[in-house]
């Protein structure tokens, strides 16, 4: 059973930074998987943030472009996302993300606050 547990989230100020963390674990699959960040804002509907393949492609979102680092260790099996120069926009419960096939599965959120 493939379980995306993540930390990191909390209160920052508009400007600040904050680094996700998310921890996979049950497959051996994951290591091939293409893992990502999602977040879903207040009334809005879920959306992509950043996502990395197993072969090192990365895609972000255009709102996050030069702010976000999305970081990846196959040896610990987790991935990060780093942000910066973060704003009210940014404010959301962020999810992890982990894909191969037809293979989806999310961790249950972490809630990010950017105060103005």
């Known amino acids: 059973q493939v379980q995306l547990v993540e930390s990191g989230g909390g209160l920052v100020q508009a400007g600040g930074s904050l680094r996700l963390s998310c921890a996979a674990s049950?497959?051996?699959?994951?290591?091939?998987?293409?893992m990502g960040w999602y977040r879903q804002p207040p009334g809005k509907q879920r959306e992509l943030v950043a996502t990395?393949?197993?072969?090192?492609?990365?895609k972000y979102a255009d709102s996050v472009k030069g702010r976000f680092t999305i970081i990846r260790d196959n040896a610990k099996n987790t991935v990060d996302l780093q942000m910066s120069s973060v704003n009210p926009e940014d404010t959301a419960v962020y999810y992890c993300?982990?894909?191969?096939?037809?293979?989806?599965?999310w961790g249950q959120g972490t809630q990010v606050t950017v105060s103005s």
């Open positions: 049950g497959s051996i699959y994951l290591k091939i998987a293409t």
């Open positions: 990395l393949t197993s072969g090192c492609t990365t």
């Open positions: 993300n982990s894909a191969w096939g037809i293979n989806q599965y």
